[in-house]
């Protein structure tokens, strides 16, 4: 679906999206707001929304205030202003004008790439993959001191990293190091449940307390309890964790 108020640039657009996915269908083209919000209201949603932020009867933002839908948006602009609040209306990238059709065509693979990763049969794959063997980890085994103890997944708020070590962080706030790197503890636990938010951290879903805009559609996490450390998810990070925290 295209939103853009200027006939030739809407021209250009859909050409370019017609040479970048040729068999995809533009579902409407539309110039306005209220345009948009009668058709919203009507139509199923799209899979992909383009969509120009300044338009003839105000700023599209205010089509998201008024309807709800779960399509990610690619914003087209010719301004760079509106970054911080294009992110926190599902956008999923933004283009400064003139789109050129490299623009495009990075856009759309982007989309395709979150798509793949969130696609509606992803919890089946998922459950595919444990009846072939493989076994979501629900222990971690810590040592302690010349013994070891015993730390149920349930119970880790978040792992991070820090001087080359990983460590824990359970709900009680306590620590314990772990023997393992992080991107190996992110392959045996419940992607459902732990996101890895950026390099150094791996969040569980029930510990983030709140998550706001941190600037250049970045995200900043506040956990339960509370991180030594800012967790900042990057913005090529964000719409994924978004969606985490949404579903």
Same mark, same amino acid.
């Given at each position: 679906?295209?939103?853009?108020?200027?006939?030739?640039?809407?021209?250009?657009?859909?050409?370019?999206?017609?040479?970048?996915?040729?068999?995809?269908?533009?579902?409407?083209?539309?110039?306005?707001?209220?345009?948009?919000?009668?058709?919203?209201?009507?139509?199923?949603?799209?899979?992909?929304?383009?969509?120009?932020?300044?338009?003839?009867?105000?700023?599209?933002?205010?089509?998201?205030?008024?309807?709800?839908?779960?399509?990610?948006?690619?914003?087209?602009?010719?301004?760079?202003?509106?970054?911080?609040?294009?992110?926190?209306?599902?956008?999923?990238?933004?283009?400064?004008?003139?789109?050129?059709?490299?623009?495009?065509?990075?856009?759309?693979?982007?989309?395709?790439?979150?798509?793949?990763?969130?696609?509606?049969?992803?919890?089946?794959?998922? !459950?595919?993959?444990?009846?072939?063997?493989?076994?979501?980890?629900?222990?971690?085994?810590?040592?302690?001191?010349?013994?070891?103890?015993?730390?149920?997944?349930?119970?880790?708020?978040?792992?991070?990293?820090?001087?080359?070590?990983?460590?824990?962080?359970?709900?009680?706030?306590?620590?314990?190091?772990?023997?393992?790197?992080?991107?190996?503890?992110? !392959?045996?636990?419940?992607?459902?449940?732990?996101?890895?938010?950026?390099?150094?951290?791996?969040?569980?879903?029930?510990?983030?307390?709140?998550?706001?805009?941190?600037?250049?559609?970045?995200?900043?996490?506040?956990?339960?309890?509370?991180?030594?450390?800012?967790?900042?998810?990057?913005?090529?990070?964000?719409?994924?964790?978004?969606?985490?925290?949404?579903?």
């Amino acid at each position: 679906m295209i939103v853009e108020d200027e006939p030739l640039a809407r021209e250009k657009l859909a050409a370019c999206l017609r040479i970048a996915a040729p068999k995809a269908v533009i579902a409407a083209e539309l110039a306005s707001v209220a345009e948009a919000v009668r058709w919203f209201r009507a139509n199923p949603a799209p899979d992909l929304v383009f969509c120009d932020i300044q338009l003839t009867d105000g700023l599209s933002f205010e089509i998201f205030r008024s309807v709800s839908f779960a399509s990610p948006v690619v914003f087209t602009t010719a301004y760079d202003e509106y970054m911080l609040e294009a992110f926190q209306s599902n956008g999923i990238d933004y283009l400064l004008k003139p789109i050129r059709q490299p623009q495009v065509a990075a856009a759309l693979a982007k989309f395709q790439s979150l798509a793949d990763h969130f696609s509606s049969d992803y919890a089946a794959r998922l !459950r595919n993959v444990t009846h072939d063997g493989a076994k979501r980890r629900d222990r971690f085994l810590i040592r302690r001191g010349a013994g070891f103890h015993v730390v149920k997944t349930a119970d880790i708020a978040y792992f991070f990293t820090e001087d080359k070590l990983v460590f824990l962080v359970t709900r009680d706030g306590k620590r314990h190091l772990v023997e393992k790197v992080l991107t190996e503890i992110e !392959r045996e636990i419940d992607s459902g449940r732990f996101f890895r938010a950026n390099r150094a951290s791996l969040v569980s879903i029930d510990a983030v307390e709140r998550c706001t805009p941190f600037g250049k559609g970045r995200l900043a996490l506040e956990l339960t309890p509370p991180s030594k450390d800012p967790v900042i998810v990057s913005q090529e990070r964000a719409a994924a964790c978004r969606i985490w925290l949404g579903e």
